[in-house]
């Protein structure tokens, strides 16, 4: 992007913002329309005993043993979150992608891939604590397959932080944290491709169409998560936290017990097992991130006209 009138580059700018903010609007609205899914892969990766079925089957199933409603359970938690976590990642990219285009204007795949790396770091270590929170109430009432899974009891936000760092110790709210650093690969890939497509979609100066933002959105999040899956299944288990660790603490007993629930998922159900749940996920992410990037183009663009600052989206 061309700089406003000269205005200095740095963290703080108007436009970083614009962008930080359609961002978390984008994703707001997007997993609002499509949470259900996202209730459906969720308990298929935590309750091993939940027989992998079609997605419309399991959310059939959850709306029946536990109400229309439950497949909204946590809903507030997950859309704070997302919202909160969207917003440190479109402002960290963008805030890079600002200052580095100063001493060097070319886009390429392996800038675009290292700055979704640092944004996804900054983003993890700095939000996990609340995907931690949301987890647990997200899965708050639900009636579980195995019976190893207890139940838990949080009123609310507050409550569940509270009970969190009194029972369990502030470290917990970090929870899934190693594979959540590695899993920034699921994002800085997303945005790798998606930048690289919609550069190849605009040339020329080739005005990109929604149904194309939407499209390449979609392309670009079903690479990333099915590249990604597994870890994303060890991610949910360690965060509703009924994980019992055992051995040594610290990066090695967390790499232990990343590899442990990787293996342990394959002895019992095979290579099959790691993918649990995906086709829910892949029906959840990519439909929500097509959305999130059409809803983020549409509100910059019209930010951008409104106050008169007369730029291109293009990235």
Partial sequence: MSDNGGAPVGLLSYETLVHAVAGAMGSVTAMSVFFPLDTARIRLQVDENRKSKSTPIILAE???????????????????????SNFVYFYTFNSLKRAWSQGDARARPSKDLLMGCISGVVNVLLTTPMWVVNTRLKLQGA??????????HYKGILDAFSQIVSRE?????????????????????????Y??????????????????IFLIGAVAKAIATTATYPLQT?????????????????????LRNVVYLLM???RRHGVVGLYKGL???????????????????????????????????KR
């Fill in 62 to 84: 959850i709306a029946k043993e536990e109400g229309i409603l439950s497949l909204y359970r946590g809903w507030f938690p997950v859309i704070s979150s997302l919202c909160c």
């Fill in 279 to 313: 086709e829910a996920k892949l029906l959840q992410t990519v439909l929500t991130a097509a959305l999130m990037f059409v809803v983020y183009e549409k509100i910059a663009a019209a930010t951008f006209r409104v106050m008169g600052i007369n730029r291109k989206l």
């Fill in 264 to 266: 342990d998922r394959i």
């Fill in 169 to 193: 110790g502030v470290a917990s709210l970090w929870n899934g944290v190693l594979p959540s650093l590695v899993l920034v690969l699921n994002p800085a890939v997303q945005f790798m491709f």
């Fill in 234 to 254: 060890v991610q949910a288990i360690l965060r509703f936290g009924q994980y019992k660790t055992e051995g040594k603490s610290g990066l090695v007993g967390s």
């Fill in 195 to 212: 930048e690289a497509m919609k550069r190849r979609a605009g040339r020329g100066g080739r005005k990109i169409s929604s149904v194309e």
């Fill in 143 to 152: 009636k579980f397959r195995s019976e190893d899974l207890q139940q838990t």
